[in-house]
């Protein structure tokens, strides 16, 4: 069944006003997944706020050429799908990597970070760094743990003067 002209300008014109808002983007191939897991997969991603949307790899490309990304569109083979954050820059690639290791038909095939186009090493390599509640937490540890070690020095020096 073709797609009308206009159907096709309105998808162009949903995945750029996506692209727009987005602070990075993941192109997934995906296939061999049920409409059940890609449902509950749509249904976390939006609630770690990240849009997912399939649309023909030529529609997609149209528009990422109106978004005027720098560098090389990767090669997107099979049937693919967008995801995208509009928050946390790792959100998406995050959150496709994961749910990739469930299905082994969902897998990054590279996306957008930074304004320039990505490979699928690179969007793989940014998925694994954590998000950024779980940075802070890194990183209020790392503050924290010389002033835990001088109250357990402390500590020790007391019990043994028996104060």
């Known amino acids: 069944?073709?797609?009308?002209?206009?159907?096709k300008q309105d998808i162009v014109a949903k995945v750029a006003d996506a692209l727009k808002d987005a602070v990075s983007v993941v192109f997934v191939r995906?296939?061999?997944i049920t409409v059940?897991?890609?449902?509950?997969?749509r249904r976390k991603l939006k609630s770690e706020g990240v849009g997912y949307?399939?649309?023909?790899?030529?529609?997609?490309?149209?528009?990422l050429k109106e978004a005027g990304y720098e560098g090389e569109l990767p090669e997107l083979e099979g049937e693919?799908?967008?995801a995208w954050?509009?928050?946390d820059v790792t959100a998406a690639a995050r959150g496709i990597f994961e749910h990739g290791k469930?299905?082994?038909?969902?897998s990054i095939l590279g996306g957008v970070f930074e304004g320039k186009y990505?490979?699928?090493?690179?969007?793989?390599?940014?998925?694994?760094?954590?998000?950024?509640?779980?940075?802070?937490?890194?990183?209020?540890?790392?503050?924290?743990?010389?002033i835990q070690s001088m109250a357990i020095a402390l500590a020790a020096i007391r019990d043994k003067k028996g104060a």
Not at 53 to 63: E, G, N
Request: proline share 4%; glycine share 4%.
């Open 1 to 7: 069944m073709a797609i009308t002209k206009a159907k």
């Open 30 to 32: 995906f296939n061999k």
């Open 36 to 41: 059940a897991d890609t449902s509950a997969m």
């Open 53 to 63: 949307y399939v649309a023909k790899k030529t529609l997609m490309k149209r528009a």
């Open 80 to 82: 693919v799908a967008l």
């Open 85 to 87: 954050a509009t928050t």
């Open 102 to 106: 469930k299905h082994e038909g969902l």
């Open 118 to 146: 990505m490979d699928a090493a690179g969007m793989k390599a940014i998925a694994t760094i954590p998000s950024v509640p779980v940075l802070r937490g890194m990183f209020v540890n790392v503050i924290n743990s010389p």
